[in-house]
């Protein structure tokens, strides 16, 4: 009995001894700094579909906030917007006070046709005195001057033959006449994104729209001969009848400037933003990834095709999207608009090492109001908006030290 007691204690013993070797074993492991991730984890880019989980998008760790001074974006001082009145000026100068510095000197804005020719003088002398605004406060306007007026979209092939030629004329004749120089126009971008199904492009061809843009370059021309012209096309190419947007690929745009007549264009622009379906489009795929929607060699091909070493990115990254529809809407951190950010700035330094002179546009208006229900905004977004204007200000911060230039959309 005495033996079989002790056997037992001593069984208990090195149970006991065992569980708390075990125990030291594993606390160690976890608060040992020198312990490796465990490599079968994945790590996700995580574009929430609420209320569903993150979806597994990408391999790629999402970079960390960055740590740095909210308020400085350049170090640069502000630019002196006192007195403007111009609502894209006013924006800017919102961007400014969050920095507390300097942010840009380029802005990008939105125009129009004139439908008829009492109306192309009257835009003429909207337009003016925004760009003699602009110009007060030594800010170059990036206008997009879109395929449409008040009579509805412009007919492509019609502009191509000439039907919109008097009051394209006239508009810039009469900009011309209220004394608007060629540096205050700054660059104008007709037809912007042609190769997209949104126009009245009826069975245009690509080389079609070529002219069209050529065409327009010329009129401009006519009244300021050193003007800048540029072409903005998306990295995706679409058939004209495609209303799902559901055929798009991407392919040489080169068919699109083989009819532009050389030196009518002083840059080339490429167009691409990352994209999500929402919950219930789960065969669509993501799309997040700079180097696909921003693909360098077609920016390079499209700029040597026209002779051109100034180029540019028209893009951005959503905090929210589909933000009508709250139990589907698609949200992205910080950190991921970091990390995209950062794989576009990793694309533009593709192109300067190819010897491109390399600006980025970005897009970044909250439109969730409106029938595209997008956040593009980093000054207004739904939740830790001191993170998502850190990383536009890390983003600003790292154009200018790697010598890419900058503009902004916001208004």
């Given at each position: 009995m005495t033996n079989t007691n002790s056997w037992s204690s001593f069984r208990i013993f090195l149970n006991l001894s065992a569980i708390t070797l075990l125990l030291t074993g594993v606390v160690t492991l976890l608060s040992s700094p020198e312990a490796p991730p465990p490599e079968s984890t994945p790590q996700v880019l995580g574009l929430s579909i609420n209320p569903s989980p993150i979806s597994p998008v990408s391999q790629q760790s999402p970079t960390p906030v960055p740590s740095l001074d909210p308020e400085r974006c350049s170090s640069r001082p502000q630019l002196d917007l006192s007195g403007a009145l111009d609502p894209h000026l006013h924006k800017l100068s919102q961007y400014q006070n969050r920095c507390n510095s300097f942010v840009t000197d380029r802005l990008m804005?939105?125009?129009?046709?004139?439908?008829?020719?009492?109306?192309?003088?009257?835009?003429?002398?909207?337009?003016?005195?925004?760009?003699?605004?602009?110009?007060?406060?030594?800010?170059?306007?990036i206008v997009i001057i879109e395929p449409k007026s008040d009579a509805g979209l412009v007919n492509f092939l019609q502009f191509r033959d000439g039907a919109w030629d008097e009051r394209i004329s006239t508009y810039f004749q009469t900009l011309s006449q209220l004394g608007i120089t060629a540096d205050q126009l700054g660059i104008w971008v007709p037809f912007p994104e042609a190769n997209v199904p949104l126009w009245d492009k009826n069975n245009a061809t690509p080389q079609d729209i070529g002219l069209v843009i050529d065409r327009f370059?010329?009129?401009?021309?006519?009244?300021?001969?050193?003007?800048?012209?540029?072409?903005?096309?998306?990295?995706?190419?679409?058939?004209?009848?495609?209303?799902?947007?559901?055929?798009?690929?991407?392919?040489?745009?080169?068919?699109?400037?083989?009819?532009?007549?050389?030196?009518?264009?002083?840059?080339?622009?490429?167009?691409?933003?990352?994209?999500?379906?929402?919950?219930?489009?789960?065969?669509q795929r993501t799309i997040t990834d700079p180097q696909y929607f921003l693909n360098p060699s077609l920016t390079a091909d499209a700029a040597q095709t026209i002779g051109v070493n100034q180029v540019w990115f028209n893009t951005g990254t959503f905090a929210a999207k589909y933000t009508n529809l709250p139990n589907r809407t698609v949200t992205t951190t910080a950190s991921e608009r970091k990390m995209i950010l950062?794989?576009?700035?990793?694309?533009?330094?593709?192109?300067?090492?190819?010897?491109?002179?390399?600006?980025?546009?970005?897009?970044?208006?909250?439109?969730?109001?409106?029938?595209?229900?997008?956040?593009?905004?980093?000054?207004?977004?739904?939740?830790?908006?001191?993170e998502h204007f850190q990383v536009f200000?890390?983003?600003?911060?790292?154009?200018?030290?790697?010598?890419?230039?900058?503009?902004?959309?916001d208004q």
């Open positions: 804005i939105f125009t129009r046709m004139p439908a008829t020719l009492n109306q192309a003088t009257t835009m003429a002398h909207h337009m003016a005195t925004t760009l003699q605004q602009f110009a007060q406060y030594q800010i170059t306007p370059a010329s009129l401009l021309h006519q009244s300021f001969p050193q003007a800048q012209v540029s072409i903005l096309l998306d990295s995706i190419t679409y058939p004209n009848h495609d209303p799902s947007w559901s055929q798009g690929e991407q392919a040489s745009l080169e068919p699109y400037l083989s009819t532009i007549t050389p030196g009518s264009l002083t840059s080339f622009g490429l167009q691409g933003f990352p994209w999500q379906p929402h919950s219930e489009s789960f065969s950062s794989q576009i700035i990793e694309q533009a330094q593709v192109l300067k090492s190819q010897g491109f002179d390399v600006q980025i546009n970005l897009f970044a208006e909250n439109k969730s109001h409106t029938p595209e229900a997008t956040n593009w905004s980093y000054l207004d977004t739904p939740t830790n908006n001191q200000a890390w983003f600003v911060q790292e154009l200018e030290k790697n010598h890419i230039g900058f503009s902004l959309f």
